[in-house]
């Protein structure tokens, strides 16, 4: 039963992403409204794969003939990757949910008004607009897909001429690069640095550093952010620069120069601009990728895991039950009763009793 319902959803969310960008130029409000369609499908597909209960947004419980009969009331878009992560516990980035959550907005506009959208400001404009947010949605939702493939993998062919199709949307970022390109030549001759954008390939990422070792970017055509960690190779006699994605807690970091092979914990030794906060002995953990006592503080108050990457300013807690330290878990106000993600607080404490 599972199979059949789960080809259907997918066969379908293809369907309509290839209508939606067949339709870009000529139909471009139904364009967005298809795009946005067939993500719906595609992250509901994820779900069903897990369980078809799980696309059903009814409070009773899931009614097997109703899901057949396809008589039931779905899920919210907007709750479709929370869902995945709770049921599968694979985090999925926030640009990816944001990216998401916009493009829905986009359409619920475009629903109400579109009128208003298309005579104020033109219809290359709005072309212009649509391309860059579909290129966006895409780049997130092919990445998953890829990344799904004991669901999607059967699908590499579609997924593959899918991007093709999508190099009708590059000629509307080559037009943005054009406009902004004397803009970038200017703010390049006062020292603003640009390199090649992840997403869109122009040379339009705007390096900002934070501190020695951490820069974000943002791409002035696509508006695409990014972050790595660089630092020079810990051999001395080698002058390579080591570049770091945040975000996998499995890379191996090595040298392109000179080959070696950096060991975590001499780069936390190089990370960590603040030692003298051990004396007081408390240890920063990371939730994003589970592990103990792997961050180090960075300058510029920006805490850095040696093992994932994953930095942040703000996302630092410290858990009132086990007294520790953790980056990337958000909230932990209530930590004395619920813990945090590496201890259960005091509930689990009554609970061991
Ligand atoms: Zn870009
Ligand atoms: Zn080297
Ligand atoms: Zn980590
Ligand atoms: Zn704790």
Known sequence: MKDEFLKDLIENGFDFLERAIQQFKTEPKYSVINFCAAIELLLK???????WSLVIATKNHPNIQDFKSGNFKSINFND?????????????????????KELANH?????????????????????????????????????????????FGNY?????????????????????????????EKDKAKGTIFVACKRCKRNAS??????NNIFEYKCRVCLFLDELIKFSCLEESCNGEIKIEPGDPDVKVICSSCDSVM??????????????????????????CCSLGT?????????????????????????????ENQIGGGDLEHSRWSGCEFC?????HMKDD
């Open 263 to 288: 060991e975590r914990q001499d780069i936390a030794n190089l990370l960590e601009t603040n030692a003298s906060r051990y004396e007081d002995s408390v240890q920063t953990n990371c939730a994003t």
């Open 45 to 51: 597909a994820r779900l069903m794969h897990e369980h």
């Open 107 to 151: 359409r619920n506009k475009m629903i109400h008004f579109f009128h208003e959208a298309h005579g104020g400001k033109g219809k290359e404009k709005l072309l212009e607009e649509i391309a860059v947010e579909q290129c966006s949605g895409w780049f997130f939702l092919r990445r998953l897909l890829e990344n799904w493939s004991d669901i």
């Open 295 to 323: 961050v180090v503080e960075n300058d510029g108050g920006y805490f850095i895991c040696t093992e994932c990457f994953y930095f942040t300013k703000n996302d630092i807690g410290y858990c009132e039950w086990c007294n």
């Open 344 to 348: 259960d607080g005091q509930v689990g």
């Open 80 to 100: 479709l990757i929370p869902r995945i992560t709770s049921v599968s516990g694979e985090k999925i980035s926030p640009e990816i949910a944001s990216c998401f």
């Open 206 to 211: 705007e390096e900002f550093k934070k501190t």
């Open 156 to 184: 590499d062919e579609r997924i593959q001429s899918i991007n093709s199709s999508m190099k009708g949307h590059e000629i509307y970022l080559d037009t943005i690069f054009e406009q902004i390109k004397p803009e970038i």
